[in-house]
């Protein structure tokens, strides 16, 4: 009598027949006996010529995901050849059965491995995938309408920390160019007029803190002198009435000066320390 297993086994459901599923029973048979040469080799080629119409098939699957139809069909042929070298006729099963998931599974590896821009660990692309499936189930029963990170939790089975986590993977996927104009489609503005320019004041301030020590070390008339001219603005006449020297002398002084500290801060690279 059939064991309780054996009564409760679900029958595995018929493989979908296409009129790209030639018969190459024998040649497998054939190949499997044959050792490895050029005639073996010759065989195998043959099957997958055979075979080449499935593997397209299955690559469509997957043509609107960014990938190129041309670099689809290779990743899915490539599949089909090591389906065909591995495959053993001797354990029953039709080679469908064994070359579809070998196929199918070359071209998520194909995507999982090429095709991100960022790298993305396999678990937040697992969540990836997940979310993205589950906002599209949705969506179709609402009318397009987006779907709430709570509603793809209830949905998945997720936690909405894990929800983020995968919509954060989204658009990790592909890379914008920079002279693309994302948003409205009136915004003709691209992602270069975004990015940020180098700010001068970061030079101004390496170069306060290099003259700064020198400043100190000049004689108490010269550093006088200075702060007159650049901090409070007063002209080179008002410095020489103040000193009680010609607005020529207070030139020269300031020349001279600025020269001095500028060939002392150009001689060799100094370290900035912070000051308090």
């Not at 469509?60 to 290779?74: I, N, P, S, V, Y």
């Not at 658009?171 to 104009?181: G, I, V």
């Not at 990015?195 to 290099?210: K, N, T, W, Y």
Request: hydrophobic share 40%; aromatic share 6%.
């Amino acid at each position: 009598m059939p064991t309780q297993v054996e009564r409760t086994r679900k029958p595995r459901p018929a493989l979908r027949s296409y009129d790209d599923t030639p018969d190459t029973a024998e040649s497998f048979r054939r190949i499997a006996a044959l050792p490895p040469g050029p005639e073996r080799s010759a065989l195998c080629q043959e099957v997958v010529v055979a075979w080449m119409p499935m593997a397209v098939r299955l690559a469509r699957r997957f043509r609107h995901r960014g990938e190129t139809a041309d670099d689809l069909t290779q990743v899915a042929q490539l599949g089909l050849v090591k389906a065909v070298s591995r495959f053993d006729p001797g354990l029953g099963n039709a080679f469908p059965s064994f070359a579809i998931p070998t196929i199918l599974g070359e071209v998520k590896r194909h995507f999982r491995d090429e095709l991100w821009v960022v790298h993305v660990p396999r678990r937040v692309q697992e969540l990836r995938g997940q979310v993205r499936s589950a906002d599209h189930e949705l969506s179709a029963t609402r009318g397009g309408t987006l779907s709430a990170v709570h509603e793809i939790a209830t949905h998945t089975g997720l936690t909405e920390a894990e929800v983020r986590l995968g919509q954060g993977a989204l658009e990790a996927y592909t890379a914008w160019s920079l002279d693309a104009a994302p948003g409205h489609p009136t915004d003709s503005h691209p992602l270069t007029d975004t990015l940020g320019g180098i700010e001068p004041a970061f030079d101004l301030i390496v170069d306060r803190e290099a003259l700064r020590p020198l400043l100190r070390a000049l004689p108490e008339r010269e550093r006088e002198i200075l702060y007159m001219r650049f901090y409070c603005e007063m002209t080179q006449a008002r410095i020489g009435l103040r000193l009680g020297v010609s607005q020529m002398h207070v030139s020269r002084l300031i020349s001279r000066t600025c020269a001095r500290l500028n060939a002392q801060v150009m001689a060799e690279p100094r370290v900035v320390k912070r000051t308090a």
